[in-house]
């Protein structure tokens, strides 16, 4: 069974550009989250979604958003980039009626 | 509040026993988790447990969970070289609240 795909795994954008990632989840799994992982804040949530809607939504100001498709596929976007936007961030996607978590290999956003 | 407190640096030798330490302080905690990430990696689920059992071993894992005194522990049985990396605890309420992570602790294992 294949894991959790992200892409791209590498992106490098200016500062008040925008930007998307995608997230593909285990076949079957339709829960999907974000997360982002900084050093110095280190791994924190941004929103879930499960069958097309927002179940849970973190602390990130409003240009951070999200969705997911009927497939369960999920995007994020990111507006108006900041340099504080720089980091890895990770996809993770949960069974029905389970409660793990699988995470992709991220991807690393640099912002200059 | 949620809080999930580690120590962030660890090292041992090859072959010891590594301990991995982890409080929390949310007592409605339901499920505890502990994840592994190699440089440049995601995170790796190792292990879980539910918040009514004491132990859980799965191979060279231990893990150790006094809900009394909100401790959970992980113990690396003969630790590797390959088992240097970053050990995360995570806990959540339900199936339906997101993981609060603790910072993690970074294993370095001495050949």
């Known amino acids: 069974k294949a894991g959790v795909t992200q892409t791209p795994r590498y992106l490098i954008k200016t500062r008040g550009q925008q930007v998307t990632l995608s997230c593909s989840p285990i076949?079957?799994?339709?829960?999907v989250s974000w997360y982002q992982q900084t050093p110095g804040q280190g791994l924190q949530f941004l929103f879930e979604?499960?069958?097309?809607?927002?179940?849970n939504k973190g602390n990130f100001p409003g240009r951070f958003s999200g969705r997911q498709f009927s497939n369960s596929r999920s995007e994020m976007n990111v507006s108006t980039l900041e340099l504080g936007d720089s980091a890895l961030y990770l996809c993770?996607?949960?069974?029905?009626?389970?409660?793990?978590?699988?995470f992709g290999q991220g991807t690393r956003l640099t912002v200059v | 509040g949620e809080d999930v407190e580690q120590s962030l640096f660890l090292s041992v030798r090859e072959g010891d026993s590594s301990v991995i330490n982890c409080t929390y302080t949310?007592?409605?905690?339901?499920?505890l988790y502990w994840y592994k990430q190699e440089p440049g990696a995601g995170l790796q689920l190792l292990t879980y447990?539910?918040?009514?059992?004491d132990m859980k071993q799965d191979q060279r894992l231990t893990v150790l969970l006094n809900k009394k005194d909100k401790h959970l522990s992980l113990r690396i049985a003969d630790t590797q070289t390959g088992d240097s990396a970053i050990y995360f605890c995570?806990?959540?309420?339900?199936?339906?609240?997101?993981?609060?992570f603790g910072k993690g602790t970074r294993l370095s294992v001495i050949a």
């Open positions: 076949s079957g799994h339709r829960s």
């Open positions: 993770a996607s949960s069974p029905p009626r389970g409660t793990e978590a699988f």
């Open positions: 995570a806990e959540i309420h339900s199936g339906n609240t997101p993981l609060v």
């Open positions: 979604y499960f069958s097309e809607t927002q179940r």
């Open positions: 447990i539910f918040s009514n059992m």
């Open positions: 949310d007592s409605s905690s339901t499920y």
